[in-house]
C-alpha cells in the first residue's frame, strides 16, 4: 500500500550536524529558583526533599534547568524532535503523546522562547512545548505495545456495508453532528469501548467517538516467518511455504511422479531440498522421497548482495524477490529470517502501484500511520486505514508495513507497499534501523544510525 504522508524525504534526510550535542550537565549550586510557569511537574514533596539550586550548562548557553528535573513530559500527540535546537533543524522523529522522555541537557536555540531539552541520541525538543518533570523517564527497553499474539497493537474493525459516522464526543454519537463520514471498508484502531443506552461505543485511536454496531472486528492471522539457524551464505533457503489451498505430496518413481495421497493446505511450511524437472513440470524435494510440484509453492531464491561497503561488515539487509513474493533478512550475507510478501500489483515501471525495483534505505519508520486515497478523485472506490502499524518507508510512500486487511501473502496484492503479516511487520520493525527508542512515534535516521539497505529485485 503506497500511502500520503505529512513528511518530506528529502528535506527529512539531509540531516544537518548540530553543534551543541552531547553537552553533559555540569552541577552547581545556586540560590533558590523555581522553574518558569508551565515548564515544571515538580511535585511538592519533590521540591522539599531536593536542594533548592539549579543544574548549570556552561556559560554561553544560559539554559538552566532545575537540579530535580529527571525527565520531559510530552503534552502532545507525535511532538516533533529535532536533530538540534533548532525550529528550523530537520525532524529526528516524534515523541508519544504523554510519555516521559529522559533529559540529557538543555541549550538555547531558535525559535523557542525558553529552552531546548536534549531527549534523546541527537533529539532535542522545545520547552515551551512541553513540560519539565520529576517523574522517572520511561525506561530504555519498554516496548511501544503490548505483546500480542496476533502481533496487532490495536484492536481493529471495519465499517460495514452501510458505512458509519464519527463524532468528537460521545455524547454526541446519534444526535450530534459527525466529523467524519466513514465509508463501507473503512477500518479504524477501537482503544476504548463504553455502553450507553444499552448501546455499545467505541473510540478510536483519532479520539472521535464511532457506534459499534456498524463495525466488524478484523480477524486475527497467525501466520508468521521462519527463524534461520545456523544458515551458511551460500546454503540455499531451506523452507519453502504452500501457496496453493490444496496441494498433493508426491512420490518419485523409475518413471516419474505419483501422488501419495498426502497433502498440505495454503501456509504450511515445508523443507526445501532440492528441484528437479520431469516432462516440463518441476518438482520440489521436501522429504527423503517426498515432493511437491513447485508451482504449490513459494521460495527464495539467493542472489549475491549489494555492493554497499556494510553489507561486508554484518551490516543487516532486507531482499525483497517479486516473482516469489518472499522476503529474507540477512546478517551482512548470512540470511537470518524469511517469510511471505504481497506487493504491487503494478508490474511496469512507473506504475502508480508499483514497488520500486534496485537498493533503497529505510528512511522513516512509523509505529503506525492512516493510508488513504481520499484526495484521488479519479478513484473508482475510496478507502481509508487508520494506523496501518509497523510502517517502514524506503522510497517515498513506498514501504514495508503490517497488513491485516487481506491474507493474500505470496501474491501480489498491493498499490505499492511491501505487505507483511502484522507478526512478520512486528518482528522486523524492532530489527531494522533506525532504532526506535522508547517513548517515540517515529524515527529518522542519523549519520550514526543509518536506514537499513532495502532491496527489491
Known amino acids: 500500500m503506497q500511502a500520503r504522508t505529512r513528511w518530506s524525504r528529502g528535506r527529512l534526510l539531509a540531516a544537518r550536524l548540530s553543534a551543541g550535542l552531547g553537552l553533559a550537565l555540569l552541577a552547581a549550586a545556586h540560590p533558590t529558583a523555581d522553574a518558569a510557569p508551565g515548564q515544571s511537574e515538580a511535585s511538592s514533596s519533590a521540591s522539599s526533599s531536593a536542594p533548592s539550586a539549579e543544574i548549570l550548562l556552561p556559560p554561553w548557553s ?8 529527571t525527565s520531559v513530559h510530552i503534552l502532545k ?13 530537520d525532524r529526528r522523529g516524534s515523541a508519544a503523546l504523554s510519555v ?6 538543555a541549550r538555547q536555540g531558535r525559535g523557542c522562547g525558553s529552552m531546548w531539552l536534549h531527549v534523546g541520541p541527537r533529539a532535542w525538543v522545545c520547552g515551551d512545548d512541553v513540560k519539565i518533570s520529576a517523574g522517572e523517564p520511561i525506561a530504555p527497553g519498554r516496548p511501544a505495545f503490548e ?4 502481533g496487532l497493537p490495536y484492536r481493529y474493525y471495519f465499517a460495514g456495508p452501510d458505512g458509519s459516522l464519527a463524532y468528537a464526543t460521545l455524547n454526541e ?8 463520514t466513514m465509508e463501507k471498508g473503512f477500518a479504524v484502531a477501537i482503544v476504548e469501548e463504553r455502553t450507553l443506552a444499552r448501546q455499545r461505543y467505541g473510540r478510536t485511536n483519532r479520539d472521535l467517538w464511532v457506534p459499534m454496531r456498524d463495525f466488524g472486528a478484523a480477524r486475527p492471522f497467525y501466520f508468521k516467518g521462519a527463524e534461520l539457524k545456523d544458515q551458511k551464505p551460500d546454503d540455499p533457503i531451506p523452507v519453502a511455504w504452500v501457496l496453493s489451498n490444496v496441494a498433493s505430496v508426491y ?4 518413471t516419474g511422479f505419483v501422488v501419495t495421497g498426502e497433502s498440505h493446505k495454503r501456509f504450511d511450511r515445508v523443507p526445501f531440498y532440492e528441484e528437479t524437472l520431469r516432462f516440463g513440470i518441476g518438482y520440489t524435494r521436501i522429504g527423503e522421497d517426498t515432493w511437491m510440484r513447485s508451482k504449490d509453492l513459494r521460495h527464495h531464491r539467493m542472489a549475491s548482495p549489494p555492493s554497499e561497503d556494510e553489507i561486508a561488515f554484518g551490516a543487516r539487509w532486507i531482499d525483497i524477490e517479486l516473482e516469489s513474493q518472499t522476503l529474507v533478512a540477512y546478517e551482512g550475507k548470512t540470511p537470518v529470517f524469511t517469510t511471505l510478501v504481497s506487493t504491487g ?6 506504475h502508480p502501484f508499483e514497488t520500486p525495483k534496485g537498493v533503497h534505505r529505510i528512511w522513516v519508520k512509523l509505529l503506525s500511520t492512516t493510508m488513504d486515497n481520499l484526495e484521488n478523485e479519479m478513484a473508482n472506490r475510496y478507502w481509508r486505514i487508520e494506523d496501518v502499524p509497523y510502517v517502514q518507508f524506503f522510497s517515498k510512500g513506498v514501504g514495508l508495513h503490517g497488513a491485516f486487511w487481506h491474507r493474500s501473502f505470496g501474491q501480489i496484492r498491493s498499490h505499492g507497499c511491501v505487505n507483511l503479516t502484522p507478526l512478520d511487520a512486528r518482528r522486523l520493525f524492532w530489527w531494522t534501523q533506525p532504532k526506535m527508542p522508547a517513548g517515540w512515534t517515529a524515527s529518522l535516521p542519523t549519520p ?3 536506514g537499513t539497505i532495502i532491496r527489491v529485485r
Not at 500527540?77 to 533543524?89: E, G, K, M, N
Not at 516521559?100 to 541537557?105: A, R
Request: hydrophobic share 35%; net charge positive; glycine share 10%.
Open 100 to 105: 516521559h522522555l529522559p533529559l540529557f541537557g
Open 448 to 450: 550514526y544510525d543509518r
Open 62 to 69: 544560559r539554559a538552566r534547568v532545575p537540579n530535580w528535573a
Open 173 to 180: 454519537v446519534d444526535i450530534g453532528e459527525p466529523v467524519m
Open 251 to 254: 512420490r518419485k518413481t523409475g
Open 77 to 89: 500527540a507525535d511532538q516533533p524532535l529535532r536533530v538540534y535546537p533548532s525550529r528550523d533543524a
Open 147 to 150: 505483546a500480542t499474539a496476533d
Open 345 to 350: 500489483k503494478g508490474r511496469t515501471k512507473g
